[in-house]
């Protein structure tokens, strides 16, 4: 009789809820162990997957002491009180179309050949036949946009990148994943990172860039293994290397973790840390597709968008266009937190509303409080009361009402939130993160908090309100970068939808 095959996360998060003491219990069993990625389904970690007659079977969440009693189930064709089904018949996975994250939890991240026989490299074949133009076009095409800030159009940079002149051309990868409520990026490089390494040679070939950057923030130690291991793996098969897949293009990848800064989230300031400089914004223009890392054209792209491309490439610039909505095209994965029942990575064509996200598919609040506010793109994004929960995931939608999508994040906040805190706090983090090089940022953040507990002190609060008012349009338009630009977002809408929480 066959060892039985299991799967189980060595995700973060699965790691954080014990999956490693999993791990050790079945050590001592007779079953051949695949540890993958996160299905992304964190309330059910550590889950475990095993390959019966029924195709795979999920378990979870499972403990260590639950090994035993789950594989005597299985192999006798019993029940158990942790088994979940058929694991592709979960409604949270059913509801999905995942696209970028098709493989994550099913696939070794160590294994190049798992990569391949699950379709990977397929796009950058495609890309080394068809030549960088070409290249540019499909990406252009399936109106794939940014999927880290304000949805910058990625073809339009990447045609910049390539018509501009330099003796060398750079991809910089920005893995600098620091908003509140978000995990993708961590989750894809550390359950398929052969995706981002495709993504970013093709990237390479068309814009003619012979080395690229991963910058990942220091706090994700497993994500920064993982890309370390699957970049000297990709460099000793031929993926990386003077001849990618044989070809006549060169391109290599080098890792660089961060050291905490979250304004090195910001682009420019991002290409000061990996040139060794310290973390600050750059006056734009120039823009990095004319003089960006070491003074060269470079792309600055994130994680999910670069991971967006194998997919452009492999199944054509129609296929991924056909999913969204409006200017919004292809997939974006949601990422739900906060006081939240199902919190969890969903992959989404745009378009769903953020009522359906919340009670639908994040089935509302863990705590059974009523929800009264989500905030969406990070630290930074709006607050959105449920009176909102009728706007549509897509950049126009949220732009139309005063918010962001940023990087897809979606934090639940029920009936107990202090709104007016919720401000401080969001003047009190620019200030602590605040790379000091602009006022505005840095002066009006710290008058801000000062604003804040004047208003919550004074008997007469309408005058320091409309201070704050003020201090927001001074720095929104005045910051140098993102920052301390969006650092009103939060501030204007928890006055707008909370003012009972101001008077």
């Not at 003020?470 to 003012?499: N, R």
């Amino acid at each position: 009789m066959s060892a039985l095959r299991v799967r189980l996360s060595q995700d973060a998060a699965a790691i954080a809820l014990g999956a490693r003491r999993v791990a050790d219990a079945l050590a001592k069993e007779s079953v051949a162990l695949t540890r993958v990625g996160s299905r992304g389904l964190f309330w059910l970690e550590p889950l475990m997957e095993i390959e019966t007659a029924r195709g795979w079977v999920a378990f979870g969440p499972v403990a260590a002491a639950d090994v035993p009693s789950i594989l005597d189930a299985v192999r006798n064709g019993k029940g158990h009180p942790l088994a979940l089904g058929a694991i592709e018949e979960l409604p949270f996975l059913k509801k999905q179309t995942r696209l970028t994250f098709a493989r994550c939890g099913t696939i070794d991240p160590a294994s190049l050949d798992a990569y391949a026989m699950a379709g990977g490299t397929t796009g950058l074949k495609c890309a080394i036949e068809i030549g960088p133009e070409k290249i540019v076009e499909a990406v252009t095409q399936s109106g794939l946009r940014g999927r880290g800030g304000a949805g910058f159009p990625a073809g339009i940079k990447w045609k910049s990148a390539a018509e501009a002149r330099g003796p060398k051309k750079y991809i910089a990868c920005n893995a600098d994943e620091g908003d509140s409520g978000t995990y993708a990026d961590r989750m894809l490089m550390e359950g398929d990172p052969f995706l981002l390494i495709e993504g970013m040679a093709i990237a390479g070939i068309a814009i003619g860039a012979t080395k690229g950057y991963v910058y990942i923030r220091s706090e994700y130690p497993q994500a920064i293994a993982a890309m370390t291991r699957a970049v000297a793996v990709a460099r000793d098969n031929g993926l990386l290397g003077s001849r990618v897949l044989g070809s006549a293009h060169e391109f290599d990848v080098e890792i660089r973790s961060g050291a905490g800064s979250y304004v090195c989230g910001e682009e420019t300031a991002m290409l000061e840390s990996i040139e060794g400089k310290r973390g600050q914004v750059r006056a734009k223009p120039p823009l990095p597709v004319h003089k960006g890392l070491f003074g060269a054209p470079t792309v600055v792209n994130n994680v999910l968008t670069l991971a967006a491309v194998p997919t452009i490439l492999s199944e054509g610039a129609e296929f991924y266009r056909d999913f969204g909505v409006g200017r919004s095209r292809g997939t974006m994965p949601i990422q739900l937190a906060g006081d939240i029942k199902f919190g969890g990575l969903f992959e989404t064509p745009f378009g769903p509303t953020l009522g359906e996200l919340v009670d639908d598919i994040g089935g509302g609040t863990l705590s059974g409080r009523p929800v009264r506010a989500v905030q969406v793109g990070g630290p930074l994004g709006a607050y959105f009361p449920r009176a909102l929960f009728d706007t549509k995931f897509d950049y126009e939608a949220f732009t139309e009402r005063g918010g962001l999508i940023g990087h897809g994040g979606i934090v639940v906040f029920n009936d107990t939130v202090d709104l007016l805190k919720q401000a401080r706090f969001a003047m009190e983090f620019c200030a602590i993160e605040s790379c000091g090089k602009c006022t505005p940022c840095r002066i009006g953040s710290v008058r801000g908090m000062d604003v804040i507990d004047r208003i919550r002190t004074e008997p007469d609060p309408l005058r320091q309100i409309s201070l704050l008012r003020d201090l927001c349009e001074i720095m929104k338009s005045g910051s140098l970068c993102a920052l301390g630009g969006f650092v009103p977002y939060p501030v204007l809408s928890a006055l707008e939808h909370f003012p009972g929480d101001f008077a």
